[in-house]
């Protein structure tokens, strides 16, 4: 046992042991480790093993979804296991959404796991190569590109924490002699014999009967993965440069898109669409906004909606839009000149001018309105009046931005309107010298990018 077991020779022979010892040398030698460990024959040896390998660095999460009758008590031995082998060892239980019991338990197991993982900590995960030639098959099942058909890395950076899968390039075979030396008791979880999961039904039906054609077929496919790494790499290098050339995430400019290849115009939407989402939307909804919006008539308007998200075509662009944007309201306001006024259009303040409103207006309660349709004014720098609804037209002002204006009224005086491109005063008002006008802090031009900011 790990804790008081004297490695055996055989165990320092054995492939897996090999591997570990490898890539465990490219970590500071201080490294910590978190595994997540099932208490099955892979995550177990794999904890085992790097016990036996670095003591005193090694920790165990066992996350208890709930899903078993028998899942209180598997947590329990594992955890007399651990005390026993001198690991330490913390049980986690989580409450799975309904649905897709494979998807949910996943995502609930990952929260938990990067919950409990540690600053100073590398998650390890127990996933070897057979795990690696399912996931590629099922990926390539449902359609996937260069992209999900990269599979698993052995290290992976996921925003500031470290994924290792040492056991990428180890067979079954391999980890079950190791695990006969070192953890020959594990948890046999009845669900891996449940066919109606689709990674049972791969190993019991579908892999018996490829495997007699193609017996290496596992570090086939685990070679593919790496090619497809390579390849998304290559491809992550064009992006950022389209990306660079055509926009932004919050709109692109659709004949720079245009001057790309069709296979690139995909490339570019697809991630461009997902945003900070955690899957790309489908293939089909990419095609739906390459052909509909982009080859759209200049003065059409055509709306798609995806995951809570909205893609609008205006002018010369197509913009990614919150699906439910903020409209004008109606309301009554105390504006001191300190204060950030926040409005659908962006946040504003007070600020000296030259020429602007006379300093007692900041001290008197102020309206807010919606537009009601049929305003007319007389914008500064314009001659004449002219119907707010064309003046908005005319300054190129998004349809769905139009609907964020609100006109700013001191008793029955309009003053001017807030617009996502500044405030635009009423010329028919008197202004003053060193007076105050309201000035754009940040504009919703920029679709408050700080908070819908995603990596290439």
Not at 384 to 402: D, F, S, V, Y
Request: glycine share 6%.
């Amino acid at each position: 046992m790990p804790g008081t077991l004297s490695t055996s020779d055989a165990f320092w022979q054995q492939p897996v042991t090999k591997q570990l010892q490898q890539q465990l040398s490219q970590f500071d030698p201080q490294q910590q480790f978190l595994v997540a460990c099932s208490g099955g024959r892979d995550s177990l040896s794999l904890a085992c093993a790097l016990h036996l390998l670095c003591p005193g660095r090694v920790r165990v999460a066992h996350i208890n979804h709930q899903l078993q009758a028998p899942a209180t008590q598997w947590a329990n031995w594992l955890a007399a296991q651990c005390q026993q082998w001198q690991i330490p060892c913390t049980v986690q239980a989580v409450a799975v959404a309904p649905g897709n019991i494979e998807a949910q338990a996943r995502k609930a197991r990952y929260q938990a796991l990067f919950h409990l993982l540690q600053n100073d900590e590398i998650l390890v995960l127990g996933h070897h190569q057979q795990d690696q030639a399912e996931t590629i098959f099922l990926r390539l099942m449902s359609g996937s590109g260069v992209k999900g058909l990269s599979a698993m890395q052995v290290l992976e950076h996921r925003k500031t924490k470290w994924l290792w899968r040492p056991l990428l390039d180890c067979s079954r075979q391999q980890i079950t002699e190791l695990a006969a030396l070192i953890c020959p008791d594990y948890i046999d979880d009845p669900a891996n014999q449940q066919a109606n999961f689709d990674r049972v039904f791969l190993r019991q039906q579908v892999w018996p009967l490829l495997k007699t054609r193609w017996p290496a077929m596992d570090s086939t496919l685990n070679r593919t993965a790496l090619l497809m790494q390579d390849s998304h790499e290559i491809l992550q290098e064009v992006l950022a440069q389209d990306w660079l050339q055509c926009g932004d995430q919050n709109a692109l400019d659709i004949q720079q898109v245009k001057l790309l290849g069709q296979p690139r115009q995909r490339l570019l939407l697809s991630r461009w669409m997902q945003g900070a989402e955690q899957y790309a939307p489908a293939f089909h909804l990419v095609e739906q906004v390459r052909q509909t919006l982009l080859d759209a008539r200049q003065d059409a308007t055509p709306r798609i909606e995806w995951q809570g998200w909205q893609f609008r075509r205006y002018q010369h662009q197509v913009y990614r839009l919150p699906q439910q944007l903020e409209k004008a309201q109606d309301m009554q306001i105390f504006w001191p000149p300190e204060q950030i006024l926040e409005l659908p259009t962006g946040q504003w303040q007070w600020q000296p001018q030259k020429s602007g409103f006379a300093s007692q207006l900041m001290t008197q309660p102020l309206v807010l309105q919606a537009r009601r349709g049929g305003e007319v004014m007389h914008v500064q720098g314009r001659a004449g009046h002219w119907p707010l609804k064309k003046c908005l037209q005319e300054a190129k002002i998004p349809p769905w931005q139009r609907e964020q204006v609100h006109l700013l009224y001191a008793g029955a005086q309009l003053l001017g309107v807030f617009t996502a491109q500044g405030f635009w005063c009423n010329q028919m008002q008197d202004l003053v010298q060193d007076g105050w006008l309201p000035c754009l802090v940040s504009s919703t031009l920029n679709f408050k990018k700080a908070t819908q900011q995603h990596e290439i």
